[in-house]
């Protein structure tokens, strides 16, 4: 009896792309998004800060100062522009002695 073994062949490379980043247009649009709700919640903490009274109005003007930062960062948490390692450098250039 023969045994038969099954030929290898070679397939063409798959290539994944779900690890593939957003389109830039795609990441602008979504951190514009999350600014403009962000502004909103600020607005509506200064329309807050006038209309409660005076306890929790401080509260609402605490959050109208502090929310722009958070919006930016929260804005501009996106699309990394470095590689990890990329930084490294692995091969220096010789000098001339």
Do not use: H
């Amino acid at each position: 009896m023969a045994i038969r073994r099954k030929s290898v062949s070679k397939s063409p490379a798959v290539y994944d792309i779900t690890a593939a980043p957003a389109s830039l247009t795609r990441d602008q649009a979504g951190r514009q998004r999350r600014y403009f709700y962000s502004m909103m919640i600020r607005t509506g903490c200064f329309i807050l800060t006038v209309l409660l009274p005076s306890p929790y109005r401080w509260f609402a003007l605490i959050g109208a100062v502090t929310l722009p930062y958070f919006a930016v960062v929260i804005a501009n948490a996106g699309r990394e522009s470095f590689a990890p390692g990329a930084g490294l450098v692995s091969d220096k250039a010789k000098s001339i002695e």
